[in-house]
Structures are given as C-alpha cells and as structure tokens.
C-alpha cells in the first residue's frame, strides 16, 4: 500500500512538473509575440519619424551673389559634406536658430550700413556660432578676431576692455576688413576666404597656381571647407523646413529691451556701479563682455556705451 501511495505522489510530481513547464512555455512564446509585435510596431513608428535624408542641394546657390559651381562633382562633393555634417548636428543648428532670431537683425543692419552682404552672417556662425568663444589661437568673440586685426581695425584692447566682445564694434571692424580685402580681390568668395587663410595666404595661393577661383584653389584643409560651411548655414538657417528642423517661434530668443548709459569717466567698482542701477553683476557682464576687469580705469575720459536690461524685461513673457 505504502509503495503505490509513492508511485502516485511520483505521479502526481511529475504531471504537475509537465504541467508547469507547458504553462511556462505557452506564457514564453505569448510573451514573445507581444514582445515581436510590439518591437515591430516600434519600428514601423521609428521608420516613419526619425528617417535620416540625404539633403538636397539647391539648383542654384550664390554666395553674396557669386555663382557656385555645382555642376562641377568636386564643388558639388564638398557642398554635400558640409552640408550633411552642419544639418545632421541638431543641437548645434537649433541654438543658431535661436541665436540669429536676437543677434542677426542688428548685425545685419551694420553689414548693409557698410556695403557687406547679408551672406557674411553666416560666415560669423561658421566663426563662432553666434557665442563669445576664444580659439587656440587667441582668436576672440562672435568674429572670432586676433588682436592684432582688431586693434588695426580700430578696436580697443588691453586688460581692462576688449571690444572684440562688444558685438557692434566687432561688427563694424569685420566690416572693414571684408571691404578691404574685397577691394584687394574684387571677389566675395576670396575675402571669405581670406578671412580664415590670411590675405597673405590667399595672395600666395593666386600667384603660385594661377587661378583667380577660390572653387579651382588647393588651400589648406580648413580654408576648402571654409566657404562651403558658410553656405551650408546659409542653406540650413534661411530654410530649416526644408532641412527638418521644426521650431515654434516663441521658441526662439526674443530680442531682449536694453538701457544704454554714456560713460566718460572711471568706474572703481564695476560690482556697485552695476548695483547702482538694479542690475545683477552676472546679467551686467552678459550685456557688457567686452569689461574684461572690475574696473574701468578709463585715463583719458573715453565715452564709452554700456548696456544694461530695461526694467522688467528679465521675465520672459508669454507669447
């Protein structure tokens, strides 16, 4: 009696083992046929929204009214490679939508009080994306201008100003340096060209290879691309639809209302002088860059403009 009472608990062990490995198997592969349709549904969606394009170019493309030769596959190559590299940085290009919607409209209306064509904004994004960076080489601020070029374009620098981060002289200076060379070369495309590679540079390029065209030139890596990445911003930031960029336009910064106060002498204390007129000392530094100490000691009684926010305009205000 005892052994056949073991032989059916053995039994009864070994069905509820059948049983349990069925159940678990069934619920297996249910499970994967959800996991599969889930996953493919997933897909689909992923395939419909986040495609990656190839960009297509433009019939015709000018800079600053100069022909671009596209039918040529070497120009045509090197516009494509800027062109996927610049639109395919999607951090980068959102913040320069943002950016030109509160820098370009005065930087713009310098250019045209100066003769310079509109395109050359976009070589200050290909420079510094619109941001007060120092390059390796102790290049400075939305031109990113050395010290050397700026000071012989009339700007002021030592260690208490530096109005190469003042972005209306830098403007102004560029300006003068884009009419000069373009008078030196009668061509656009060479003065931005020029602006990376040095005149000397470009001069030499001319003379030694015998070609006026900065599209027939062999130049250093940096100053081949140079002009093609200018372009590339111009393609991308004048169309971004058309490039898959989709903003709002409460979502670009607004131009911000500011005060200007003339000042002909010295400042001891940057810090109160900024309290004195209900500024913060950070926001008083972001409107003023070009204070590079916390003095101004200012011996000869230079006039200089400083900018400060209009009351009330640090809250932002809903669109």
Known sequence: ????????????????????????????????????????AYQSEMKQNYNNYNPILPEKLDFCGE??????????????????????????????????????????????????????????????????????AKAVGFWQILETTGKENGLEINDEVDERY???KATQAACRYFKQAYEKYGSWTLTAASY???????????????VSDYYDMHMAKETMRY??????????????????????????????????????????????FAREYSQNYKLFKMFNPWLRDSKLTNKNGKEYKIVVPAKNSRKIKEK
């Open 67 to 136: 022909r671009v030769p596209l039918e040529y596959f070497d120009v045509r190559e090197a516009m494509e490679k800027e062109l996927l590299k610049t639109m395919y940085w999607h951090s980068e290009t959102f913040l320069y939508l943002k950016r030109m919607n509160r820098y370009f409209p005065r930087m713009r209306q310098i250019l045209k009080q100066n003769g310079v064509p509109e395109d050359f904004l976009y070589l200050c994004v290909a420079e510094s994306g619109m941001d007060h960076v120092v390059s390796y």
């Open 1 to 40: 009696m005892k052994n056949i009472k073991l032989n059916k608990l053995a039994l009864d062990i070994v069905y509820a083992l059948t049983l349990g490995i069925t159940a678990f198997l069934a619920v297996k592969l249910f499970t994967q046929a959800v996991n599969d349709d889930g996953d493919k």
């Open 196 to 210: 990376n590679a040095g005149q000397g540079a470009v001069s030499r390029f001319i003379r030694q290879q015998e």
């Open 166 to 168: 003042n972005i209306e």
């Open 227 to 272: 002009v093609y990445r200018i372009l590339a911003y111009k393609l991308l930031l004048t169309c971004p639809e058309d490039y898959g960029f989709c903003f709002r336009e409460k979502d670009l910064y607004p131009i911000i209302k500011t005060d200007t106060l003339i000042v002909d002498t010295a400042i001891t204390d940057l810090r109160a």
